[in-house]
């Protein structure tokens, strides 16, 4: 029987929560777009802002420390793609000159 009562429970929850139901609320303004807006943008995603960069004033300690990880990260990278770049140059001209002295 408890497991009965239960069950009525629910569906009585559910019938009330459905009932009941309120939009929700926002703690910003919530801003629609209009048909003018919505088509700004041929594509999806953010759009491009063209102009001087936003930041104003000194960036900070962190922002430096952050930039200039990235900065090495890049650096990295490419510093890795040159790399396998020269190795698979040497191997193709290994592998003509071995080609060539097998096949006179």
């Known amino acids: ?17 459905a009932t009941s139901a309120r939009p929700a609320a926002h703690d910003r303004p919530v801003t629609t777009t209009t048909s003018a807006t919505a088509r700004r943008s041929g594509r999806a995603g953010a759009p491009v802002r063209s102009g001087a960069p ?35 140059a040497a191997l193709l001209v290994i592998s003509d000159v071995a080609v060539n002295a097998l096949l006179p």
């Open 54 to 88: 936003r930041a104003i004033g000194e960036p900070t300690p962190i922002l430096l420390r952050e930039a200039e990880r990235e900065r090495s990260f890049v650096v990295k990278d490419f510093r890795r793609i040159a790399v396998v770049v020269a190795i698979m």
């Open 1 to 17: 029987m408890p497991k009965r009562q239960q069950r009525r429970a629910t569906r009585e929850r559910r019938t009330t929560s």
